[in-house]
């Protein structure tokens, strides 16, 4: 099992190029099984996840081509899902139980072929993960939804899912997304309201468009879908990452230094952007040749001031981001209060940096830093995929030597992290094998 190896103290200087986003692709993933035509996704994150949910389609019968980009961070994929009426259209629990995003194949099947099969996605680390939302809405649509052995079995008797005015009774990624891409060939127009307005979904409604549906709303907290009786094939190229370029800023950020980030797109950061900002960070935004490039720069000697944050729903703080911003509260002057209010159990890495000698105390869903404090290098284990990146950031200022463990996490989600920080100047390296 491979881990990473960090030796702290060095400032962070040069250029970072941020890969797609993970999130917004994984939903456009699904959204290929809409169609018999090609559905070509460039800016494919080369992480587990996308791997996995490529996977879930070629066990769904779907046909898939990758090429890999230059630098082998990112890829493209061809995909075409053809005569899938020929499989069993089951998306198997040793797939899904990997990725909870798997269960977004569920929408577009019944949507397009009018049945499907698809595991129920298991225990998630960060809280209870309910799916309850996306099988309500679709049953709304007329699907009768059964869990048999593990798996969500899913059938709409009269074969074409109907058009429904529906309002989420809470804001859920995965639950807007699934149903946004089954009311895209569902009779009539369905209005969704208090849907998650996060860049993710705009990115694949706008996808959803260039095949031919006819989605409204985009970016607001409801959403309108003409449904349409066919979708054909589009090329598509995945957003920049938000959370990999928090995750960089908030790398600059704790370490000190002067870093740009390219292909970014800064309106999807605000929150954390104000946020660095409070903290003493310089923020600047300019054009760059493929998109808008952010400079962050911190004098080493300059002080981080403690500020609070609430995670909620965008335009608020991100929950995939309140981990890494954690690692940079040790490090500011007083005291930084973090009120998580999206998942319920999502401060494992609190107890993994308080052993690097963070003072920091958790009451519930609340989390209360004090810094700055001295953190020292030893072997930290990795619990989820934001977390393992929160390990690193530390690692960067700790003394000496920190190793994160169980780095698979971490894969799920970064694309070669390690090679982007060392490209501004960080000791960190991989280590494979011999680790628990
Ligand atoms: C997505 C993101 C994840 C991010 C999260 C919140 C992907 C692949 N994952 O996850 O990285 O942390 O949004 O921004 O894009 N809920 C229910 N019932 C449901 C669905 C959700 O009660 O059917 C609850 C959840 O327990 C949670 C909240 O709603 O408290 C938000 O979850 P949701 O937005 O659905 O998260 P995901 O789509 O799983």
């Known amino acids: ?11 962070l200087k040069g250029r970072i190029r941020v890969s797609g986003a993970k999130n917004a692709a994984l939903p456009c993933i699904a959204a290929a ?3 018999s035509e090609l559905v070509n996704l460039s800016h494919l994150p080369a992480v587990s996840d996308i791997r996995t949910m490529l996977k879930v389609l070629e066990a769904l019968g779907c046909a898939v081509e990758r090429a890999a980009d230059e630098d082998g961070l990112q890829y493209t994929a061809a995909m075409r899902a053809v005569d899938l009426e020929t499989g069993e259209m089951k998306a198997p629990y040793d797939l899904v139980k990997t990725m909870r995003a798997s269960i977004l194949v569920l929408g577009p099947l ?9 595991s129920l996605p298991g225990g998630c680390a960060i809280g209870a993960r309910p799916i309850n939302l996306h099988l309500e809405a679709l ?11 593990g798996y969500v079995e899913a059938k709409v008797p009269g074969g074409r899912l109907q058009a429904i005015d529906h309002t989420f009774e809470k804001v859920s990624v995965g639950a807007t997304e699934n149903t946004l891409l089954a009311a895209t060939l569902a009779n009539g127009t369905s209005v969704l309201r208090n849907v998650a307005m996060e860049p993710e979904i705009g990115d694949l409604a706008e996808l959803l468009n260039k095949m031919g549906a006819r989605v409204e709303g985009m970016g607001t907290a409801t959403l309108t879908i003409h449904g349409v009786e066919i979708l054909h094939g589009a090329a598509h190229a995945t957003i920049p990452d938000r959370i990999e370029a928090g995750t960089h800023l908030c790398a600059a950020a704790i370490a ?12 999807d950061l605000r929150a954390l952007l104000d946020l660095l900002e409070r903290m003493g960070c310089l923020i600047t935004e300019r054009d760059g040749a493929d998109g808008k490039q952010l400079r962050i720069q911190r004098e080493p000697s300059q002080k981080l001031r403690a500020r609070d944050i609430t995670t909620a729903p965008f335009p608020a703080f ?11 509260m040790t490090q500011a002057h007083g005291i930084s209060v973090i009120k998580e209010t999206i998942f319920e159990n999502r401060f494992q890495h609190a107890m993994e940096l308080e052993r690097l000698g963070a003072n920091l105390r958790i009451d519930g869903s609340t989390a209360i830093v004090a810094g700055p404090a001295k953190l020292t290098g030893c072997t930290v284990m990795a619990t989820d995929l934001r977390a393992s990146a929160t390990l690193v950031l530390a690692g960067l200022v700790a003394e000496g030597e920190t190793t994160v463990d169980r780095i698979y996490h971490l894969d799920r989600g970064y694309a070669g992290l390690e090679k982007k920080l060392q490209g501004v100047g960080a000791r960190i390296e991989r280590v494979g094998g011999g680790s628990v």
């Open 110 to 118: 019944l949507a397009r072929f009018g049945h499907a099969t698809v």
């Open 318 to 328: 991100p929950t995939d981001l309140q981990a890494q911003v954690m690692a940079v």
């Open 1 to 11: 099992m491979d881990r990473l190896v960090i030796i702290g103290g060095n400032s």
């Open 139 to 149: 049953a709304r649509m007329g699907a009768h939804i059964e869990i048999v052995q």
């Open 33 to 35: 099984l809409l169609t």
């Open 256 to 267: 000190g230094g002067d870093v740009v980030l390219e292909r970014v797109r800064p309106d």
